[in-house]
């Protein structure tokens, strides 16, 4: 089945500890991308990945960092987590850059930093 | 980057159509109008995408009106499981950043 898998899906963690949140998707795409959700703001972008080695900052990318070494694996990595990260998470890909705009999404990842 | 304008709420009857408008009165040539659903804190879906022609696939069809000032997401026959939130998305394809802005949307509830 065709799918974007995120993991962990919660995680609660303190203020400090290197987290990594892991997202891989099984269709090939050279396009992915972190988004989070906060209320009353919507979906923000964090950062995006064209390709293998090709990254770029999103609208919120402080604090945040990510790889992108092979084409199915895109992590979102927060060295020092603080309490304003707090957040839903969603990684998204679509097939290429023609078609970026129809994305398929993870189920998200809930995180919470006290 | 264009401005969409969305109803915050509606609701339908199961069975029934449901018509989405959204008001992008300030789209340029280059713009498509994407739509997405979310159903509770869920990943969004992709749902349909058109430039100025309609366009119709298994989940949708979307109606743009002749000055793509608006358009109009229809589901045929709604069921229980289509309540969520549904975006409308105009996008330029020549944006290297590739991100979908998700506005407020509509809040759809489909009545049993």
């Known amino acids: 089945e065709a799918q974007v898998t995120q993991n962990p899906r919660y995680l609660i963690t303190v203020t400090g500890k290197k987290l990594t949140v892991t997202c891989s998707q099984n269709m090939n795409h050279e396009y992915m991308s972190w988004y989070r959700q906060d209320p009353g703001l919507g979906l923000r972008q964090i950062y995006y990945?064209?390709?293998?080695?090709?990254?770029d900052k999103g609208d919120v990318p402080e604090g945040y960092k990510v790889s992108r070494k092979e084409k199915r694996n895109f992590p979102l990595i927060l060295e020092s987590p603080s309490p304003n990260q707090t957040s839903l998470y969603f990684c998204a890909s679509s097939f290429s850059i023609g078609t970026a705009y129809e994305q398929y999404f993870g189920p998200g990842t809930r995180l919470t930093v006290t | 980057d264009a401005k969409t304008t969305q109803p915050p709420s509606m609701d339908c009857a199961e069975g029934r159509a449901a018509n989405l408008p959204c008001n992008h009165s300030t789209i340029s040539g280059n713009e498509y109008v994407y739509w997405y659903r979310q159903i509770h804190s869920q990943g969004p879906q992709y749902i349909i995408h058109?430039?100025?022609n309609n366009e119709t696939n298994e989940m949708a069809s979307l109606i743009i009106t002749e000055d793509r000032k608006s358009s109009t997401l229809i589901l045929p026959h709604a069921t229980l499981r289509d309540t969520a939130v549904y975006y409308c998305i105009v996008r330029d394809v020549m944006d290297s950043s590739y991100k979908l802005i998700f506005g407020s949307g509509t809040r759809l509830l489909v009545r049993p």
């Open positions: 058109g430039l100025k």
């Open positions: 990945s064209m390709n293998v080695e090709v990254t």
